[in-house]
């Protein structure tokens, strides 16, 4: 049986840096499973997911991290299949729909470039996912950090999302993210031409640092459908310049849970990139009793030190970790068995 343990440490960083400024109750709108079964070189693909805590996702596992990391907070969230190279497509995102639609939790369509529209749209009709979730890796045809947004998501699927009034959850490639002068191009286009489509942009616009973000914050249209997601950021100058320059009801609360944050290190600043940082990596100098903290904590301090910082009232607090993503995904949230 898996189990899952804080250590002292963990204990202290949640109650005296993120308890006080979360609400009891929480809207987590970027998170995974993941069934080892559909993911047939997930030991080579994705190292994280080796530890036996970190693979296998269904939702009870799911339920039980958001039951361990934030126990004085009722959490629910929006849903994704774990998108690797190899990924059984049909089958994960088949496996995701059974376990969150009975739930009333909203889900994601992990998509392919190729993907056969006539399918995707009855796949749509018939699973009712809330978000289309394209990813880098499914790039064809060029190197995937040289991708635009519509090698990751031709317009074909993105007219369905907006037909059908879908979010797509995009993890953008490059290596400034949204701060990258042809992404917010066409992410400016796109979220004008498809109105009824929700551009939920992943990690604050794969922004894990800070001049990234300040120069998408510079650019980026203020539009009803551009949102952001906090997911796996570690980095408080991120959150300073989103939450100073971005409106604040289109930002949302996610964690990136489980494989990609549920392990003990960080996402840490190199120069001009960022790097994931384990607890293994770490040589400690003269010895310590101390060790890493999960990387979802890393980025939840990090956002309620801004949040503090920047004295941001606890209704617009409430907006970020439940409203806007209760809003967002609300006609998604009512029971409904396959």
Known sequence: MRTITLTDDDRSIYHTEIAPWLPTRLFDAHTH????????????????????????????????????????????GM???FPTVDVMMPEENRLVAGQCRPEALPFAWLVKP?????????????????????????????PMNDANVTDLIPEGQLALADKYGLAVMLHVAKPQGMGDADNLADINRLAAQYPQCQFILAHCGRCFITPNAERMVETLHRADNIWMDTSAVCDAGVFLTVLKHYDRKKILFGTDLVTAVAFRGNYVRMGLSWHVCTDEMVSRQGGTAHRSTFAAYEGLAALCFALRFLEVPEEERNDIFYRN????????LEPNTP
């Open 79 to 81: 849903v994704m299949g």
């Open 33 to 76: 499973l993941l069934f080892n079964d559909c993911h047939p070189r997930l030991a080579e693909t994705m190292p994280l997911a080796n530890d036996p805590l970190l693979d296998n996702v269904d939702l009870p596992w799911l339920r039980a991290w958001w039951k361990a990391l934030l126990p004085d907070s009722e959490v629910r």
């Open 325 to 332: 993503g209760e809003g967002l995904f609300q006609r998604f």
């Open 114 to 142: 190729s993907d056969d529209l006539s399918q995707l749209e009855a796949d749509i009709q018939e699973f009712k996912p809330a978000v289309l979730k394209p990813y880098m890796c499914f790039v064809e045809g060029k």
